[in-house]
T-cell receptor, first 115, second 111 residues
C-alpha cells in the first residue's frame, strides 16, 4: 500500500515549457487535490476533484489544468510555465463525502523550478 | 483578512518544554479542526482531528477549540527533538469542500 505517489520528485523547466505532474493513490479515495506550497503562503488549493469525472477550481487555478484520468489518478498540467510557478506541489486524496470531513493524505511533493 | 491566521514562527524551545501553537479563523461555518505535521521536505500528515468546541488529547498532544472566539490551539507536552517540524492548522466546514490551511508554525526542539 503506497498511499499517494507523485512523479517526478524534482523538475527544472525553462519559461514557456510545458509539463504534467502525475499523482496516483491506491486507497480507493473519491476526492483528490492539488496544492502548491510557497514560503509564507502556506498550502494553497489549485484544483480538486470530488469524484471521478469531476474537477473544480481552487484558490489559485490560473496557469494550470487538471485531468481526473480515473479514480486512482489525478494529473496537473502546466501549459506554459512561468517563474511564478516555481513551488512545491503536493497531491492529496481523501475519502471525503458531504456529511463529514475526512483526513487528507498527501504525497511526497514535486519540487518545481522555472527559470 | 485571511480566513486562517497562524504565526509562522520559527519557535525554538528546549527539550521537555510545553509548546503552545495557535490559530485564529474567521469563518463561522468551520466545524472540523485538524492539525497537520510536516517534516522538512515531506508532505503534511494528520496529527489531530477535533469536531466542534472542546479538547481532545492524544498522548503528549492536546488540541483545543474555542468556537466562540474562533481560536484553535495545539499543546505539546514534554516536547522532543522529533517534534521539530512545521505544524499547520486546517479548519474546514466538512465534506469535500476546500480545506483552508494556515501558513504553518515551524517548531524546533533543541536537545
Amino acid at each position: 500500500n503506497a498511499g499517494v505517489t507523485q512523479t517526478p520528485k524534482f523538475q527544472v523547466l525553462k519559461t514557456g515549457q510545458s509539463m504534467t505532474l502525475q499523482c496516483a493513490q491506491d486507497m480507493n479515495h473519491n476526492s483528490m487535490y492539488w496544492y502548491r506550497q510557497d514560503p509564507g503562503m502556506g498550502l494553497r488549493l489549485i484544483y480538486y476533484s470530488a469524484s471521478e469525472g469531476t474537477t473544480d477550481k481552487g484558490e489559485v487555478p490560473n496557469g494550470y489544468n487538471v485531468s481526473r484520468l480515473n479514480k486512482r489518478e489525478f494529473s496537473l498540467r502546466l501549459e506554459s510555465a512561468a517563474p511564478s510557478q516555481t513551488s512545491v506541489y503536493f497531491c492529496a486524496s481523501s475519502a471525503a463525502d458531504l456529511r463529514i470531513s475526512y483526513e487528507q493524505y498527501f504525497g511526497p511533493g514535486t519540487r518545481l523550478t522555472v527559470t | 483578512q485571511k480566513e486562517v491566521e497562524q504565526d509562522p514562527g520559527p519557535l525554538s524551545v528546549p527539550e521537555g518544554a510545553i509548546v503552545s501553537l495557535n490559530c485564529t479563523y474567521s469563518n463561522s461555518a468551520f466545524q472540523y479542526f485538524m492539525w497537520y505535521r510536516q517534516y522538512s521536505r515531506k508532505g503534511p500528515e494528520l496529527l489531530m482531528y477535533t469536531y466542534s468546541s472542546g479538547n481532545k488529547e492524544d498522548g503528549r498532544f492536546t488540541a483545543q477549540v474555542d468556537k466562540s472566539s474562533k481560536y484553535i490551539s495545539l499543546f505539546i507536552r514534554d516536547s522532543q527533538p522529533s517534534d521539530s517540524a512545521t505544524y499547520l492548522c486546517a479548519p474546514n466546514s466538512g465534506g469535500y469542500q476546500k480545506v483552508t490551511f494556515g501558513t504553518g508554525t515551524k517548531l524546533q526542539v533543541i536537545p
